[in-house]
Nanobody
Framework: QVQLVESGGGLVHPGGSLRLSCAAS????????MGWYRQAPGKQRELVAS???????NYADSVKDRFTISRDNAKNTVYLQMNSLKPEDTAVYYC???????????????WGKGTLVTVSS
């Protein structure tokens, strides 16, 4: 079994910062892509940021220059540093990873259960 567990969500004032973490555990051989998505009430889930195994990154236009994604391959963990938070950043944030399990030849997508980020005064 493979699990993704997010942490670091909470309530923050506009302009504040939060750091999300997502740790993958289980029988992992290799992790390729890792990403953060979010879903606000009444809206579709959207990509926030992603990072490939080579370190290349991709950001949604709405978070560029405010959010930074990074990963620690030794810990199978991906982070999302969120600065200058706005009320419109309020959402459940989900971690996603493309993982090859030990003993498998193929990659599969895994999702965490999400962590709530609320930006409000």
């Amino acid at each position: 079994q493979v699990q993704l567990v997010e942490s670091g969500g909470g309530l923050v004032h506009p302009g504040g910062s939060l750091r999300l973490s997502c740790a993958a555990s289980g029988s992992i051989f290799r992790i390729d892509y890792m990403g953060w998505y979010r879903q606000a009430p009444g809206k579709q889930r959207e990509l926030v940021a992603s990072i490939n195994s080579d370190g290349s990154t991709n950001y949604a236009d709405s978070v560029k220059d405010r959010f930074t994604i990074s990963r620690d391959n030794a810990k199978n963990t991906v982070y999302l540093q969120m600065n200058s938070l706005k009320p419109e950043d309020t959402a459940v944030y989900y971690c996603n990873a493309r993982i090859r399990r030990s003993g498998s030849w193929s990659y599969m997508d895994y999702w965490g259960k999400g962590t709530l980020v609320t930006v409000s005064s």
